[in-house]
């Protein structure tokens, strides 16, 4: 998927890519970014990953125009953000077990953090899928909270990502090391196609790390 991007075209119930990491052993610690483009006022699903039980154990969750509904392990902690703005979006979500610390970095900002599942931890046992929101493991969708829009460079990482790391996934220099956008097995189902980045676009922003 190197240079490409997913384009959701359409609303449905049926459109979605399954991704496919290998994830060797339970998560204590997840960082997940990716970046987003749409034009949806309504909620939708960012990215879902369900394990056995937990059809929301890591939900990317957004209500236009300004609130990231992030579940981990069942529990929904919302995270106000600026309002969304009809452009390519970069956004990162990190989760530690030991400290239950959440993360939102939305185009290289972060927003003030939040506690969720402390000492808990997600399975292995994952499935993963972008366009729908997941009601039950690998299925449960509902057109209401689907995907509309374009995502690319969707990574995953088995640690919390630094600041320093979140600059250089933003410029495409950190690849996920648990899910890598480049090499990660993928299925496309219904109405879902992968196209050519048509614009580039850096973002130019006045966060830096502090370090
Ligand atoms: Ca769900």
Redesign the pocket.
Known sequence: MDGKVLVFPIQSSTAHVILKPTIPKSLEKLSVCLYSYTDLSRPYSLF?LATPGK??AF?IYLQPPNICVMHINQEAINIKTDPETLDWRHLCVTWESETGMVQLWVNGKVYPRKISNKGSSIAAETSIVLGQ???SFGG?FDASQSFVGEISDVHMWDYVLTPEDIQKVIYGDLDGNIMNWNSVLHKKRGDVLDQPKLQCKSISSSYTPCA
């Open positions: 879902s059809d929301n939900l929101d997941q009601d449960g």
